[in-house]
């Protein structure tokens, strides 16, 4: 069975802080994608980044970076100089090869960037 | 304006009442689901129509019933609702044919009341 875990249920920072949040994922399929994730009080996801199983490269999207271990089976997402404007609950999420249409999230991680 | 557009954004209603909730894409994509999001539990994913063909329903009681007329539409009706199925509706797109082309874009939700 497939899992992702997001054992970070709050996190709240002062502005310009580095936050690192963490996705721990679970899966015996050697083909997935993970994916991270963004939704404001707004309520729409709004998507992140996609990776690979067989691309373990980190990237980096301006103030965001990513980390994909396959020796631990994690991709953390860090925000480099937080800003108010990142507040919002991230969710990280697996989809395997074999169950194209579904994809398992974490129970999400809520971000807050006090001024 | 959003890729995909859900409406009402908001809807209260009686155990009695039926009504409907809208999903429109304006991307192109084949595939298209609905998820919940109630509070403290992950996204559910609750149906997937591929090509307006239903292709998973995940144990979802009958008092929901989806509809995919075309493959930039989709509702969901609602009767006969308890109070616990106040949630977070979210709809979602994709390109569909497989996990490589499956990054799904995601409404803004309907925020629903069950009185």
């Known amino acids: 069975a497939q899992k992702v875990t997001q054992a970070q249920t709050e996190i709240s920072v002062v502005e310009k802080e580095d936050v690192t949040l963490d996705c721990v994922y679970e899966?015996?399929?050697?083909?997935?994608?993970l994916f991270w994730y963004k939704q404001p009080p707004s309520g729409e996801l709004v998507f992140l980044i996609r990776r690979n199983s067989f691309d373990e490269q980190n990237e980096i999207s301006g103030r965001y970076s990513w980390n994909f271990q396959k020796s631990t089976s994690s991709f953390n997402f860090t925000i480099t100089a937080s800003q108010v404007v990142d507040s919002a609950v991230y969710f990280c999420a697996l989809t395997i090869y074999s169950s194209a249409s579904k994809i398992i999230f974490g129970s999400g991680t809520r971000l807050s960037i006090r001024p | 304006e959003t890729g995909v557009t859900q409406t009402p954004r908001h809807l209260v209603m009686g155990m009695t009442n039926k009504k409907s909730l809208k999903c429109e894409q304006h991307l192109g994509h084949n595939a298209m689901y609905w998820y919940k999001q109630s509070a403290k539990k992950p996204l559910e994913l609750m149906f997937v129509y591929s090509l307006e063909e239903r292709v998973e329903n995940n144990s979802v009681p009958s008092r929901f019933s989806p509809e995919c007329p075309n493959s930039s539409h989709l509702f969901l009706h609602l009767h006969t609702l308890q109070p616990e199925d106040s949630a977070l509706y979210l709809c979602?797109?994709?390109?569909?044919?497989?996990?490589?082309?499956?990054?799904?874009?995601f409404g803004a939700g309907t925020r629903l009341s069950v009185l």
């Open positions: 979602a797109s994709s390109q569909g044919g497989g996990v490589a082309k499956n990054i799904q874009y």
């Open positions: 899966t015996r399929d050697t083909t997935y994608y």
